[in-house]
């Protein structure tokens, strides 16, 4: 359902907090129009009227929806009754710059503040209309237009243009915590009970947890490449996002993030979303054009599927492209696909890899190592040093031998020199060195080649279980235990394979 209003150019819209049919909006001209619509008849019904000297630009119903806030162009800040459709109190010069946001504070809020208003130089004042001095507080903490509010807990959130988010205790009435400056301006919230959700002048949603605003958690890329200007949470894990410079309304799903594409489209662009308080409809004010478009909200929220981050997992371990498919033949992948397996020590279902020696999953390098996987864990670490220290090239000295055999071997190279010397120069040519040469080099790179292959083979298993080839990395991955029963094993190699436990002279008979 769209209505036109032609000539009066709607700018916001607020919606009853207890009847969900009653509505009103604020126009160019000032004039603020209370509604009832009717959904069957596809019509809105003129309920009563009141007039600011300027344009409007926001417009709230108190909690229990008797009164209605509103701030204007000429930095006004007014109360009116709506059941008597009268004004109550109006703040003529309320900030020093342009009133650009305002928002109802909960009931919760200490020291009586009703409202909260932000202004165009980043000024935030929180007011108490009933009372003589009106103003309970102001802040001064952020530099640029103040373009949204919203609250999470005790907590009052202000998106600014200076690409800072403040949360402020309205409680305590101080700030609590200003985010680090982002790479663009900030345009719209919306919150959930864990997390915030910010839009920018970029198209990007700036993800925060909540009581943790210093800076951002993630950020999630949307199709509204020139900025998110409205946010609206349908349903828990679905965000609505509208912008002044798309006609179109895009889904966003989060945890898991997926862009759901356009719901529908409002010509001109969008500058305001609301849903009404029995959550039957959604409302989005037009930007360019002078159009309000009631949407069903149930239609939309019917063809939006629910997402879980255990159906996305269990959907990524079936594709053919599954890292270690190759290691594992496919009646046991098969099984691992029915299984839905789970991380052998933590049970978790996200980010698995399989040991390619029993076929179980785990998690992490923590979980490879965790006792229930101790045999596979043990005997591959084993292998891997075995492999390290027998391949290794020069990184020792050569093995110990005996006085006499180091005599004996200095006299016989020296009975070798001798007769080479006194052979002829032509007896040299001649004989068959050259071809046990060239059969001893070829030998030798064959044995190299393959000792390259499988360093480069322990390399690659290294590196898929995200432990460093280098000697300290695979030390470092040990427990304390593991790396004294490294220590006593390596150390008892080294002396069988060095004799460093045999003497340099022979023992007399």
Partial sequence: MEYDFI?????????????????????????????TFDSLSASIEFVASKKLKKAVREISFSNDGVQLFAVSENRALCVYDVEANKRIRCIQKSHDSKVNSL?????????????????????IKMWDLRVKEPVINCYNDQEDVINDFNIAENALLAASSDGTLGAYDFRKRKIMMRSESMHCELLSLAVTPNYCYVGNGDGYLEVFKTKEYGNLLERIKTDHSLGIDCLQ??????LLTGSNESKRLRITHLNPHKNMGAIGVHVGGVQQLSVTSDKTWLISVGWLQSTVKFWCLSDILTKIPILRSHDIACKRIKKSSYFFHDLVNDAQFSTMQEEKLACLACAS?????????????????????????????????????????RFQKGSHQQQLITFEQFMDEQRTENMKEISVKGCSEQE????????????EKVQSECL??????????LDRQLTVLGIGVDNDSLLSSLTDEEQKSF???????????????RSVFTKKK
């Fill in 7 to 35: 000539t009066d150019k709607p700018v916001r819209v607020a919606v009853h907090p207890l009847v969900s049919n009653r509505l009103a909006i604020g126009f160019m001209d000032g004039s603020i129009v209370f509604y």
């Fill in 448 to 457: 190299s080649e393959y000792q390259s292959a499988e360093e480069r083979e």
């Fill in 349 to 389: 279902k996200e980010s698995l890899n399989i040991c390619p020696r029993c076929g179980r999953a785990y998690c992490s390098v923590k979980c490879y190592r965790c006792t229930m996987h101790q045999k596979c864990s043990e005997s591959f670490y084993r292998e891997c040093v075995e492999r390290e220290i």
């Fill in 233 to 238: 949470i349908l349903r828990q894990g679905v």
């Fill in 428 to 439: 040299i040519l001649d004989s068959d060195d050259e071809n046990e040469d060239y059969l």
């Fill in 487 to 501: 220590t006593l094993f390596y150390e008892r190699l080294l002396e069988e394979e060095l004799g460093l436990g």
């Fill in 103 to 123: 928002l109802v504070l909960p009931a919760s809020s200490t020291k009586g503040q009703q409202v909260a208003t932000g202004d165009e130089s980043g000024e």
